[in-house]
């Protein structure tokens, strides 16, 4: 089976609204709402299958006629698993899936993904299978304040600057490489106190901000952070106006981390990283009010829950 990939397309990134920055961190720090996440209980769905492979003397996941899966079923989560057996493509709502040589796949909710959301496979002779995931909704930390939002553009000096930086941004992670680091369990890149939740929001005279893109989390200035799951570096830059500095990881399957705000990254563009590997030190560069790390998860266009992916710290 080949590898499939979803089409680049054409890229409309709204200005103010890249990787998200940590502007409102200090709307999510206060742990309000409970929009923590359920436990990650799920066994993944390679591990399941890899033990079925192992009774069935098979080489590889075993594949059936119907989906299977298992994973964070709800806004901001994903689920890992294997298509029905012929399949030539599938997809996830108008995401096409890139599949591995024995079918299994990677897919994920966006944080505004509500209700529901429908696999589909293609068969080999023509017919399709199809199965709709019913997606649960989250409680965000969402906070409402009597102050209008920011109004008026930003000047042409930003633009000149932050046009490139996006379409860096856009390119790396346009690159989906094969890699692997999206089947493993993730781990936490670093644990300290969180200061700011995935999903955040504040609304500005019922007009509602840009919500926080990530996770962040807030050990201390220079302390080290790991590799979450292996991966390719796609991107290691400096100084970047709202991230400053700046590592994206490709897990593979269009699955990838950015991390936020470095003081230092000890990893070049095209490294290979491992699961567990330091790859860089916390700070405030860019645009923070002060040290920590946003990470943040992305999946295709959608944005991740990386809580869903680690569980409790
Ligand atoms: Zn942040």
Wanted: aromatic content about 8%.
């Amino acid at each position: 089976m080949t590898q499939l990939f979803s089409g680049p397309g054409a890229a409309v990134i709204s200005v103010f609204f890249a990787l998200a920055s940590c502007a409102n961190s200090d709307a999510s720090a206060s742990d309000g709402a409970g929009s923590t996440s359920t436990d990650v209980t799920a066994v993944s769905a390679s591990a399941a299958a890899a033990e079925t492979a192992v009774v069935e003397q098979a080489t590889s996941a075993v594949q059936q006629t119907r989906f299977s899966f298992s994973g964070e079923m709800t806004q901001g989560g994903w689920i890992r698993g294997v298509v029905p057996k012929g399949t030539v493509s599938a997809s996830l709502g108008e995401e096409t899936l890139q599949l591995a040589e024995d079918g299994s796949f990677f897919a994920a909710f966006d944080r505004d993904n509500a209700g529901s959301a429908k696999l589909t496979a293609t068969l080999g002779d023509g017919k399709s299978v199809s199965e709709t995931l019913t997606i649960s909704s989250r409680q965000w930390n969402i906070e409402r304040v009597n102050v209008a939002r920011r109004k008026g553009g930003p000047s042409a000096a930003y633009m000149a600057r932050r046009g490139p930086e996006l379409d860096a941004i856009w390119d790396a992670r346009q690159k989906k490489l094969p890699e692997n680091g999206w089947q493993q369990d993730f781990i936490w890149p670093v644990k300290g106190r969180i200061s700011g939740k995935f999903g955040s929001q504040r609304i500005y005279r019922g007009e509602p901000g840009s919500y926080h893109s990530g996770i962040d989390i807030a050990p201390g200035n220079g302390v080290p952070f790991v590799a979450p799951a292996d991966g390719v570096v796609v991107l290691a830059v400096k100084n970047f106006s709202l991230e400053g500095n700046l590592l994206i990881i490709d897990h593979g399957m269009g699955l990838n981390s950015a991390f936020l705000h470095a003081s230092k990254i000890a990893v070049s563009e095209g490294d290979r990283v491992r699961q567990g590997q330091y790859i860089g030190n916390i700070g405030s560069s860019g645009r923070a009010t002060g040290p920590h790390l946003h990470w943040s998860l992305k999946w295709n266009n959608s944005r991740l829950d990386p809580l869903l992916f680690v569980g409790p710290m």
